[in-house]
């Protein structure tokens, strides 16, 4: 059996919520309609036969018996005037008819006997009968004279008008109910395909497997992900936004991100603290054609991206450290080779006091710096320094803690990274004989003071401006990475950037918050 499609379904039950209603108040009407016809028409046969019947010239020519044709003349301008009286007949109590429509049944008698009951009892009444004229609806009415009935007037309409009458009716309300009915489905066939067209032409069935689809693909993202509509109110949030946070809040969460959202702007990957979780934001606005129809927004963990940042992080770290200390270790192991190779013991065991000594020294100049990741990059860029024959130094007061509250080890280590290597790239391009790079750390329990100081080369006023923009540097192509990273860091944790330059120099100070 071929399925019905959605069209057809509005269009058929439409019709028929329509039809029944208008088929009940067709029925309802047209009985109604009619009956008031007839009632009409009962109304001025009684009307007719009452006033006829108090005429008091049919009075007198009754009593008097007198058939002389003036009664017949009488009511013939009655008949003329009054649309629902096809018939007017008066007679005595002998049936003798002193009027009538056809003039030649005048002076005969009634023959029918529905007079019986007006002559017998005088009582009025209606009935239908075949007389000469046709089938007619009649009303009798007794005429009395001085309290005594002298005869009866029948007042007559036929039937066959009144039939016409009723068919005209009929019609009428027939063709207006097929004129509703045309109209109606006209209507909701144009209704159906409107609705159509904003289904996109698909059956409800359709709709329901996609919506279904929809919701087991954004549950199954590993990312939360939340759907605005075009008032910025929420439509769907998906299981993992609860998987995310351990108590999901949809309404922090836009608070959080309504600036954003309000001004329609999107961006990708953008690191935010939200209820005390660091999160990966994309907030993507659907507009098209100037229209804004919502925002997609998603979240992401940074924990199952940072991973593999970590890893990326740390291998590089190594790999630096590593770079540094192989060549480190083989300047000193040359070094010890050459004096056994001359047979000097003594100051090659002198040597590797010496190594030892310095060993012990940066131990302790770096003991402060209880976050491992942090001390590590200090080691590795101080035997960098060395190479480069830069004078590094950090300050006796420095000091950080193993852990900073919501701030990552990496984070600090992507700051300094850059901020050192960028200091000493500056020394190695400067003029100056002595090159030097001071460092000092400070924390508390609010926050985190970097200051990277360094005597090299001055910033180019030409790019002063444009420093941490991604991409700008003086370097070369390829470069201006670095203190772009920095500021992004800096920006994730509500923080402030200053540069001061003087003749001696110039200085980073960073100041970076621990809370939220």
Not at 46 to 65: C, D, F, G, P, W
Not at 145 to 169: A, E, W
Not at 281 to 287: Q, W
Not at 479 to 494: A, C, D, Q
């Amino acid at each position: 059996m071929k399925k019905i499609n959605f069209e057809k379904k509005i269009i058929l039950t439409a019709v028929l919520i329509t039809f029944i209603p208008l088929v009940l108040s067709y029925i309802v009407f047209l009985q109604d309609k009619l009956s008031s016809n007839e009632n009409r028409i009962k109304m001025n046969l009684k009307t007719t036969a009452v006033n006829m019947s108090q005429s008091n010239l049919i009075q007198e020519k009754l009593y008097k018996r007198e058939n002389d044709g003036s009664i017949q003349e009488y009511t013939k301008k009655f008949i003329n005037d009054l649309g629902d009286i096809d018939l007017i007949v008066i007679g005595d109590m002998t049936g003798e008819k002193y009027s009538h429509l056809d003039e030649t049944q005048v002076g005969k008698k009634y023959v029918n006997n529905d007079n019986k009951e007006v002559i017998e009892k005088g009582t009025s009444y209606y009935s239908t009968m075949e007389g000469s004229m046709g089938y007619t609806l009649r009303r009798f009415e007794p005429i009395m004279y001085d309290g005594k009935q002298v005869g009866f007037v029948m007042v007559g309409k036929y039937s066959d008008d009144i039939s016409l009458t009723t068919r005209k009716i009929t019609l009428t309300y027939t063709f207006l109910l097929i004129l509703s009915l045309s109209i109606a489905i006209v209507i909701h066939k144009s209704l159906a395909r409107k609705v159509k067209k904003a289904m996109l032409g698909m059956e409800p069935e359709e709709i329901t497997m996609l919506y279904n689809q929809k919701n087991i693909i954004i549950n199954s993202v590993k990312d939360g992900i939340i759907a605005l509509d075009k008032e910025n109110k929420i439509t769907d949030i998906n299981n993992n936004c609860y998987r995310l946070f351990e108590d999901f809040s949809p309404v922090k969460t836009i608070d959080k991100l309504w600036s954003y959202i309000e001004a329609k702007k999107p961006f990708t990957m953008k690191e935010m603290i939200i209820q005390g979780k660091r999160i990966f934001v994309t907030l993507n606005p659907i507009i098209e054609e100037k229209n804004y129809y919502g925002t997609v927004i998603t979240l992401i963990d940074r924990e199952d991206i940072n991973k593999v940042a970590k890893e990326i992080t740390g291998i590089d770290e190594v790999v630096k450290n590593l770079r540094a200390n192989v060549h480190e270790f083989k300047n000193n192991l040359h070094v010890i080779v050459g004096l056994l190779q001359l047979k000097e013991y003594d100051e090659t065991i002198k040597y590797i006091r010496k190594i030892q000594q310095v060993q012990e020294n940066n131990t302790v100049k770096f003991l402060n710096i209880e976050d491992y990741y942090v001390r590590a990059l200090m080691l590795s860029r101080e035997l960098v320094a060395k190479e480069r024959n830069i004078e590094f130094v950090i300050t006796k007061d420095s000091f950080l803690y193993g852990k900073h509250n919501f701030i990552d080890s990496y984070d600090l280590v992507t700051i300094l990274g850059n901020l050192i290597e960028n200091a000493f790239e500056a020394c190695t391009i400067g003029e100056k004989d002595r090159n030097k790079v001071e460092v000092s750390l400070w924390e508390d329990d609010d926050i985190i003071k970097i200051i990277v100081k360094d005597n090299g080369k001055a910033i180019d006023k030409e790019i002063k401006e444009k420093i941490f923009v991604e991409g700008e540097s003086t370097k070369g192509q390829g470069r201006g990475t670095g203190l772009y990273l920095v500021k992004s860091r800096v920006e994730l944790y509500n923080g402030d950037i200053k540069i001061d330059e003087d003749k001696d120099g110039k200085i980073f100070i960073i100041t970076i918050l621990k809370g939220e």
